[in-house]
């Protein structure tokens, strides 16, 4: 929504834009700065002296009402989580957009994936989820298209407790093997859905697996729930109390790219935008491959 100028204000129309851009600024305080480096240097204080009511709006911070601000309602997996995190706190302080996020499974069954919340008509404006995820969402017509944008693709690792020993997974026939000798496997979303349609079988240990597999990310291993965890690189990074023995060998390896749409319905498209195009941008890229993720070429939403 647009907030609108007092119509003493709207006479002027450079005084209007001058007016109505510190208020992207997130703190009042901040607003206040802005504002008054902008008077000083595109209109000059003696507007202020001849116009006691802009005065009294400059003093008060009433030009535009806070609430006027977007707000926008993100619905996300864990793969891009950790970045996200970090780089959520610089956008809203720079926009004054204001953001709230859910999260959920990109994949599987049960009541809190992506696509079970959404079913449930779950408040969102735009989702970042796996690919595979995403692509379901996109069957059932809930993405607006051409929305799409990849942000990261990061291949699928093996976590154990800190401390523990570290099994070996540098063959496919080792990684097998690893496999077998654990007394428990945690995997979640996507990677349990590459597990159970592929991989096992591929591997010929589908029968010798089933009763070891649980529903476990890489916290469950930290905590000793399971023995080892496959799970995307970036999730076992994020995490203390958890050592990455290392990616799953090239041959059977799952690289899972996430991405980020906006739903159809929303009516905060254009925030959206601008959230989409800040975690596309370079000022993300580190906070992104520091959690040994990978950057695809980039695409302007």
Not at 187 to 214: C, D, F, N, P
Request: hydrophobic residues 45%; glycine residues 10%.
């Amino acid at each position: 929504m647009r907030a609108q100028l007092p119509a003493f204000l709207q006479e002027d129309d450079r005084l209007g834009r001058t007016l109505m851009f510190p208020f992207g600024v997130a703190t009042p305080k901040a607003r206040a700065s802005t504002l008054r480096t902008t008077l000083k240097r595109n209109i000059g204080m003696g507007w202020l002296r001849r116009s006691p009511q802009l005065l009294v709006l400059v003093v008060t911070g009433l030009v535009l009402p806070t609430g006027s601000l977007a707000q926008v309602k993100v619905l996300m997996s864990g793969g891009l989580s950790a970045a996200y995190e970090e780089l959520l706190p610089h956008f809203q302080n720079t926009t004054g957009i204001r953001v709230t996020t859910a999260r959920g499974a990109s994949q599987g069954e049960g009541p809190n994936t992506i696509g079970a919340q959404l079913r449930r008509g779950a408040p969102a404006d735009m989702v970042i989820m796996s690919r595979g995820g995403l692509a379901e969402l996109m069957a059932e017509g809930r993405i607006v298209p051409g929305s799409d944008v990849d942000l990261a693709s990061v291949p699928l690792g093996v976590a154990v407790r800190a401390g523990t020993p570290k099994p070996d997974i540098r063959s496919v026939a080792a990684f097998k093997q690893s496999l077998l000798r654990a007394k428990s496997v945690g995997s979640q979303s996507s990677t349990t859905v590459y597990l159970k349609t592929r991989l096992l079988a591929q591997l010929g240990i589908e029968s010798a697996m089933a009763e070891k597999l649980a529903n476990a990310g890489p916290a469950s291993v930290a905590t000793g729930e399971v023995e080892l965890v496959l799970a995307p690189v970036s999730e076992i990074l994020a995490l203390s109390g958890v050592d990455l023995v290392g990616t799953v060998p090239d041959e059977i390896q799952l690289v899972q790219t996430f991405a980020v749409a906006l739903l159809k319905g929303t009516k905060e498209a254009e925030a959206c935008r601008r959230l989409i195009t800040f975690l596309a941008s370079e000022t993300a890229t580190p906070a992104v491959e520091k959690m040994g993720m990978k950057r695809p070429p980039l695409r302007r939403p």
